[in-house]
């Protein structure tokens, strides 16, 4: 058996600080003043400070200068912005994918917990399991850079959700019957199929993260 790997204080309050952002308990506009999160999780402010330093890079917190850090707000442009790269980089791996005959068996397991879920699960784990299903498809290509590609923008595809959730209370039922639309088309090698369905999820999910639909 493996051991657990330990983890700083650091990472932990990154840990407890994303999952706050990403549930919406931390709604767009709070702010994170580092001395009151060091008091709040009784930790020293250098330890406050670099886990904020860790959401910024993430996307996750924006700061100005000499400023607090705080959640944002995606704007329109942000999320068709972010919407852009992933349907460059997603419907890309798809056609890799049906090129080669590739299985993406992460995908798959992922979709299998989605479409398994009956409510008794938090929205994080939602999310979590709805970005492993993306990231399946495009480390299916084993290609190191494409994979880089779609994790550095990982957070802030994941915050898109959180709009959701605000804007929505959750996620429609349709979208998991689109990931196993999705999925079923890889493997059956319809290429044409697998990617008009693909680009309409991700255009529907741009529509969602902006209270469109």
């Known amino acids: 058996m493996k051991g657990l790997r330990p983890i700083s204080t650091t990472d932990a309050l990154v840990n407890a600080l994303r999952e706050q952002i990403l549930a919406g308990e ?16 009784g930790v020293a402010r250098p330890t406050a400070r670099a886990a904020v330093q860790t959401l910024v890079f993430e996307g996750l917190l924006r ?66 399991d709805a970005l492993a ?10 290609s190191p850079r494409l994979a880089r590609a779609f994790a550095a923008l990982e957070a802030e595809w994941a915050l898109c959700f959180a709009q959701v ?7 429609p039922p349709r979208r998991n019957v689109e990931h196993r639309e999705i999925f079923d088309a890889i493997v059956d090698r319809d290429a044409e199929e697998a990617t008009r369905l693909m680009r309409e999820h991700l255009e529907g999910g741009a529509r969602l993260s902006l209270g469109m639909d």
């Open 26 to 41: 931390l709604a767009p506009g709070a702010r994170l003043p580092e001395e009151a999160l060091a008091s709040r999780f």
């Open 63 to 128: 700061r100005e200068r000499n400023r607090t850090a705080y959640v944002p707000k995606l704007t329109a442009h942000d999320v068709h912005d972010l919407f852009l790269v992933r349907i460059a980089v997603e419907l890309h791996a798809i056609r890799l994918l049906v090129e080669r005959g590739v299985r993406p068996y992460a995908a798959e397991e992922a979709l299998e917990r989605l479409e398994g879920d009956r409510g008794e699960r938090s929205w994080t784990q939602v999310v979590d």
């Open 133 to 142: 299903f993306h990231r399946g498809l495009v480390e299916a290509v084993e």
């Open 165 to 171: 959730k605000q804007a929505r209370g959750g996620l």
